[in-house]
C-alpha cells in the first residue's frame, strides 16, 4: 500500500480525508494565528474547517517563495516541467475519489458529476498543457537580411486567484499554462471553498514538484488576495471571478503595469429557432438548474421564437419537474443547495424584486423547505420580465433562475441577445445551417455552441466580450499570455 500524499501540517477530517487547514508556501504548511469558518453547504450546521487566515505577511512569503524558485523551474524548460506536470496529473487521476469527496462537502458540487467529468478535467489540463509547451515551434523568417524568430520565455511569478464554483478544475486550468509555461505560482482559492486546492499541494509536493513553484494561501480576497495582487515582483495575474472583483485588481495591475487576464460572469443567451429540435433545446436549457445553475457559461437568457412558445414552455416545464433537489453525494440528485447564506439571500433578492416590479414568475420562486431554516436549496426558477431592461434580464444571478422572452425573428432574437453588457457564451439551437452561421457571426459572445453546450477544447480560445472578461485563455492563448514573447533577430552572415 502507498503512503498517503495527504499529510504534514494541521488537518481536519472532511468526507474521511485529512485536509490541510494550512497555507502551503515554499513547500512546506505554514500557519496562521487567524483563522476563517469554512461550513458545508450540505449542512450549514456543519462546521468542515478552520483554515488559515492569510495577511499581507503571508502573501510577501509567498511571493518571495515564487521569485526564488523561478530560476530553476523557468530554466528547466519545457520537457522537464511537463515531467513533474505529468505525474501531476496521474496523481490527481488516482485521487479523484478523495478529491471528490472533499470538494463535494465543501461546495455541494454533485459527487457524481465531481468523480465522473470535472476532476479528471483537472488532470487533462495539466496533460494538455504540458504537452502543448513541449510541442512549441517558433515561428521562425527571414526579412530585411536578418533571420528572425519568436522565443517564448517563461514570464515570471504568477498570482492566480479563484472563485468559488468549481474551485479545483478552475483552479487547474490556470495554474497548469502558467506552470507549463515556466512560472511559479501563487494560487489563492476562494473563502467559500478552500479545500480541494489544499489537496492540490500536497499532490504537488508527492508529484516532485521544486518547492516555490506551487504556493497556495487561504484566506478573504481583500486582505491576502489584495496584498498579492499588488505586490511589484508579480509578473502576472489570472483571475476568474466577479466584475466587481475584476475592477480592484485591474487597478493594482495597473499600478505595476502587469498583465492580467479576467475570466468573469456571463448572462448568456439561449436562442431557439422553430426549426430546431425543440425537445433537445428544452432539455439542455432545463438542464441548467444542475449545480443550482452556479456556472458562469450557463445560457440563463432563455430566447424562444414566438410561434413555438407553448410547443417550447411545455417540454421545458416536463423536463424542469424531473429535477431532484437534495443531498449532492446522492445519485439522485440534481440540484444541489447554493454555495452559501449571503449567496441565496443574493439570489431570492433577485426575484422578490422582479416579483415586486411586476415580472412574471413562471416557475419556482422561492426558497426550498429542504434543510429546514438552516436548508440552502432554491427551487428552479424562470421568471418572465415585463421588460428586456429587468434587472433579471440585464444582471448575472448566478443560482437556479432562468428568464424567458420570446422573439419575432432573427434580426429580433440577435437585438435581443446582444443586449446586455455581459459577453461569455451564447448558445443557438436551430437546424439551419446558414442561420448558424450568421448567428455564429452576429452574437456578442467569446464562446458560441450551436445545437449544444458545454463541449470544450482545451487548445481553444477561452474568455469574454464586455464585462465577461479580458483576454483569453486556452491552448496557445493561455502560454502566450503566461510568457513574455521576445522577437530575436541575428543579421545575415553572422558566423560566430
Ligand atoms: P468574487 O469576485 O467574489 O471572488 C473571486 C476571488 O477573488 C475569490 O478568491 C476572492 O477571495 C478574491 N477576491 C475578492 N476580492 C479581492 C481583492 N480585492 N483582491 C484580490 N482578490 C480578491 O467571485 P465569486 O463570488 O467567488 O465567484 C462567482 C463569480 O465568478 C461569478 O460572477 C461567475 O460568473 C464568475 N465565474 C466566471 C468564470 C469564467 O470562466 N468566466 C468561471 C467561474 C466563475
Redesign the pocket.
Known amino acids: 500500500m502507498t503512503a498517503s500524499p495527504f499529510t504534514g501540517g494541521t488537518r481536519v477530517d472532511v468526507g474521511g480525508v485529512p485536509v490541510s487547514t494550512d497555507h502551503y508556501i515554499g513547500g512546506e504548511r505554514i500557519g496562521s494565528t487567524f483563522t476563517f469558518a469554512d461550513h458545508s453547504p450540505l449542512d450549514w450546521s456543519v462546521r468542515l474547517a478552520d483554515v488559515s487566515r492569510g495577511d499581507a505577511a503571508i502573501a510577501d512569503l509567498a511571493i518571495t517563495a515564487a521569485v526564488a524558485a523561478f530560476p530553476a523551474w523557468a530554466s528547466l524548460g519545457a520537457a522537464g516541467r511537463a515531467e513533474v506536470l505529468h505525474r501531476l496529473a496521474d496523481l490527481i487521476d488516482h485521487h479523484v475519489p478523495s478529491l471528490a469527496a472533499v470538494e463535494c462537502l465543501d461546495m455541494a458540487m454533485l459527487e457524481e458529476s465531481l468523480r465522473l467529468r470535472v476532476l479528471a478535467r483537472g488532470a487533462r489540463n495539466f496533460r494538455a498543457y504540458a504537452d502543448l509547451a513541449v510541442q512549441y515551434e517558433e515561428r521562425s523568417w527571414s526579412s530585411n537580411g536578418t533571420a528572425n524568430r519568436v522565443l517564448r520565455m517563461p514570464a515570471g511569478p504568477t498570482v492566480v ?6 474551485p479545483f478544475m ?1 483552479s487547474t486550468w490556470k495554474c497548469a499554462p502558467a506552470l507549463a509555461a515556466g512560472n511559479t505560482v501563487v494560487l ?5 471553498s478552500p479545500l480541494s486546492c489544499s489537496l492540490l499541494a500536497d499532490l504537488a509536493h508527492e508529484a516532485g514538484m521544486p518547492a516555490g513553484v506551487l504556493n497556495v494561501v487561504q ?4 486582505e491576502v ?2 496584498a ?2 499588488a505586490d511589484p515582483r508579480v509578473k502576472r495575474i489570472s ?8 475592477r ?2 485591474g487597478r ?1 495591475a495597473a499600478d505595476n503595469i502587469v498583465p492580467f487576464t479576467a ?4 448572462k448568456g443567451p439561449f436562442v431557439v429557432f422553430a426549426d430546431a429540435d425543440l425537445e433537445a433545446a428544452a432539455r439542455k436549457a432545463a438542464g441548467q438548474y444542475d449545480d443550482s445553475g ?4 450557463a445560457g440563463t437568457r432563455l430566447l424562444v421564437q414566438e410561434s413555438v412558445r407553448d410547443e417550447f414552455l411545455s417540454l421545458f416545464h416536463g423536463f424542469a419537474d424531473q429535477h431532484v433537489l437534495g443531498d449532492s453525494r446522492e445519485e439522485a440528485t440534481t440540484i444541489s443547495p447554493m454555495i452559501h447564506p449571503e ?1 441565496l439571500r443574493r439570489v431570492s433578492g433577485f426575484v422578490e424584486r422582479a416579483r415586486d416590479a411586476g415580472d412574471n414568475i413562471l416557475r419556482g420562486g422561492e426558497r426550498s423547505p429542504l434543510g429546514g431554516s438552516d436548508g440552502l436549496w432554491y427551487e428552479p426558477t424562470l421568471i418572465q420580465p415585463r421588460s428586456n431592461d429587468s434587472e433579471v434580464v440585464q444582471r ?1 444571478i ?1 443560482g437556479p433562475v432562468l428568464t424567458f422572452q420570446t422573439f419575432s425573428d432573427e434580426a429580433d432574437a440577435i437585438g435581443l441577445a446582444n443586449s446586455t453588457p455581459y459577453g ?1 457564451s451564447a448558445i443557438v439551437y436551430t437546424s439551419s445551417q446558414s442561420r448558424a452561421e450568421r448567428m455564429g457571426r452576429a452574437l456578442r459572445a467569446g464562446t458560441i455552441w450551436t445545437n449544444c453546450f458545454l463541449i470544450r477544447d482545451l487548445t481553444a480560445p ?3 466580450c464586455g464585462i ?2 479580458i483576454g483569453r485563455e486556452g491552448g496557445d492563448y493561455a502560454l502566450d499570455f503566461y510568457s513574455d514573447l521576445k522577437m530575436f533577430q541575428v543579421l545575415d552572415g553572422t558566423t560566430e
Open positions: 486567484i479563484t472563485p468559488w464554483n468549481a478552475l489563492k482559492p476562494a473563502e467559500w484566506g478573504i480576497g481583500e488576495g489584495a498579492l495582487v483571475f476568474t471571478g466577479s466584475p466587481e472583483t475584476a480592484h485588481i493594482a475570466e468573469l460572469g456571463g452556479q456556472v458562469c457559461l449567496h448575472e448566478f461569455l477561452f474568455g469574454g465577461s472578461g
